[in-house]
């Protein structure tokens, strides 16, 4: 079997078995969605007009993590919802379809496919473009859902609900169109990193235990603003642009783009040497 034929395989099977994770998706990010436009309405309840949001204010809603925690007596953790289901769902999402590719039917496609590294690269293919679709799959639903509630479809981002409603504590009274681009690419960006890094794991350890280490990261990156735990540049509202001393988006995707080589290069070394009988 040739490359593109089992890339053929990959993306029609790996869609099939992930189509009802992603209207999963779709669901939760209609009641994200629901949740930002009620919360504003109760904020700004005593207002005569209460702000419209914006396509990328929702986006901002969603993705925006939480504010760097400091530990005191009076300040508690606040668990960042949101983001962390968003990610932990799309890592799920991911987990275990190469898994199971290795026994019955796709064992057969490895043993015809020429190589290796085609099955390693094909599958990585596939875990990129799953994705990606989760996240179109986002875009899509909040302009859906800006189109109903006659919100405006726009990559503008409303000052007023950056410390109001997220709680950002930002200096700045307005944010530069960068912003914006972070808040587009870069919680995407760090996602396919993660699953890509989950999918190389579970080649060492069972695919559970790989997706419990992705969470400790996540869970890590929101309890501390460190920049070498890759989950930080995944929240819009660490930004060097919303807060001072923020994290540099390009820091992040070198990072990132690092850590990503190396999982894929470790997983195609590996997996040249891997044992695929003890999977059946």
């Not at 999963?24 to 207002?47: E, G």
């Not at 043993?111 to 875009?139: D, E, M, P, Q």
């Not at 700045?172 to 919680?187: E, G, H, K, N």
């Amino acid at each position: 079997m040739n490359f593109y034929k089992l890339l053929k395989y990959d993306l029609k099977n790996g869609f099939r078995v992930g189509g009802l994770k992603l209207m999963i998706i779709i669901l939760m990010t209609l009641a994200f969605c629901l949740d930002f436009y009620l919360r504003k309405d109760i904020v700004y309840m005593v207002d005569p007009l209460t702000p419209s949001g914006t396509w990328m204010d929702y986006l901002f809603y969603i993705f925006a993590g939480i504010k760097e925690y400091t530990p005191s007596i009076t300040e508690e953790f606040i668990f960042p919802i949101k983001w962390i289901l968003i990610h932990l769902f799309i890592l799920y999402s991911t987990l275990y379809y190469p898994h199971r590719d290795l026994s019955s039917l796709g064992l057969n496609v490895l043993v015809r496919t020429k190589g290796r590294l085609a099955w390693w690269l094909s599958k990585s293919i596939w875990n990129i473009s799953y994705v990606l679709t989760c996240y179109i799959s986002i875009f899509l639903t909040i302009i859906i859902f800006c189109l109903a509630a006659n919100e405006p479809i726009s990559l503008e981002i409303t000052p007023m609900f950056v410390n109001d409603l997220l709680d950002a504590g930002s200096p700045f009274d307005t944010f530069p169109s960068y912003l914006a681009s972070v808040i587009l690419l870069m919680p995407m960006f760090i996602s396919i990193v993660l699953n890509l890094v989950q999918m190389t794991l579970g080649l060492f350890i069972k695919p559970l235990y790989s997706f419990g280490m992705m969470a400790v990261i996540l869970l890590a990156s929101a309890y501390f603003l460190n920049p070498f735990l890759i989950g930080n540049y995944a929240m819009p509202i660490r930004s060097e642009y919303v807060i001072e001393n923020g994290l540099q988006a390009t820091t992040g995707v070198m990072l990132s783009a690092l850590i990503m080589t190396l999982a894929f290069l470790i997983g195609s070394f590996y997996f040249k040497r891997y044992d695929i009988l003890d999977e059946e």
